[in-house]
């Protein structure tokens, strides 16, 4: 029984991985598009184990229910039927290859060398008494309260980018 | 008790599977997608170094770049729908207006 917590990290940690990497590499971006969904449903499972359960309902409902449909709109809009005669990797793509084995090989590196800082205040036992959402909502409407103002004005800004960029240029003249 | 490493290490290598997909990729809707899946990776190490370090601040962070990723998303998408009305490709390589 105690080998349960890795067992659940393997199986999730193989999933996330073989799903990004289906992600990156179909020539269909609807299929991209699904692939993607499975994965972030995946990641929200890690995020539960990790007793983050409000963190874990957002990626659901933000990401999977807002941003991958906003994605498949644009890859349902957008004609592309030529996609799949094409080549899906440029050229140098081995390039690309050395610069993300690169850059796995220095964070696993420099991982060698890590010790963790001091524990906090928010045990385990204190989220769970107070319950995740209620923690964090005190948090942000205290401490984090001009960055949370801040997010707002981010989201603002992108609602009138989104629909200026978007719109068809009107005939002036 | 899962080591906090094992955690890093899968971020990272989810990072470096977006990096890949972002730099070799030749539909921009792929890129894009590819931006989504580091911004992913970094939410998994913040949760967990936020588990193992008992501290909340992780979690505002992780709920802050989820804000962030989802104006990003919107924008990106409408640039994306302005370049394909205007140019009639998603293909990066054939796009070289801005080349000197």
Do not use: C
């Not at chain 1, 659901?60 to 809009?77: D, E, K, R, S, T």
């Not at chain 1, 957008?78 to 090989?105: C, H, Q, Y």
């Not at chain 2, 730099?23 to 588990?51: C, D, G, K, P």
């Not at chain 2, 924008?75 to 394909?84: E, K, R, V, Y």
């Amino acid at each position: 029984m105690t080998m349960l917590p890795q067992l659940f990290f393997g199986y999730f940690a193989a999933a996330i991985i073989i799903l990004s990497l289906l992600v990156i590499t179909r020539k269909n971006p609807v299929h991209s598009v699904m692939w993607m969904l499975l994965l972030f449903f995946h990641i929200a499972s890690m995020y539960l184990f990790l007793n983050a359960e409000f963190i874990a309902a957002i990626q659901v409902i933000v990401y999977a229910g807002a941003i991958l449909v906003l994605f498949l709109f644009v890859v349902l809009l957008l004609n592309l039927k030529d996609e799949l005669e094409t080549d899906r990797f440029i050229g140098s793509w081995p390039v690309g290859m050395l610069v993300s084995i690169a850059i796995f090989a220095s964070v696993a590196a420099a991982m060698q060398s890590f010790v963790l800082g001091q524990k906090g205040n928010f045990t385990v036992e204190l989220v769970q008494r107070v319950t995740h959402t209620k923690a964090l909502g005190k948090l942000l409407y205290t401490e984090y309260l001009f960055p949370f103002e801040i997010a707002s004005l981010i989201l603002l800004i992108a609602v009138i980018g989104a629909i200026v960029l978007a719109k068809k240029r009107m005939r002036s003249h | 008790m899962v080591p906090l490493n094992w955690y890093l290490l899968l971020s990272a290598a989810v990072f470096s599977i977006g990096v890949f997909g972002f730099l070799t990729r030749r539909n921009i809707i792929i890129m894009f997608m590819s931006i989504e899946l580091m911004l992913n990776a970094v939410n998994i190490s913040l949760i967990a170094f936020s588990h193992y370090l008992q501290d909340l601040r992780g979690h505002l962070l992780v709920f802050f770049i989820i804000t962030v990723a989802a104006a990003e998303a919107s924008i990106g998408l409408a640039i994306i729908i302005a370049l394909f009305r205007n140019k009639n490709t998603v293909h990066v390589d054939e796009m070289h207006e801005m080349k000197g």
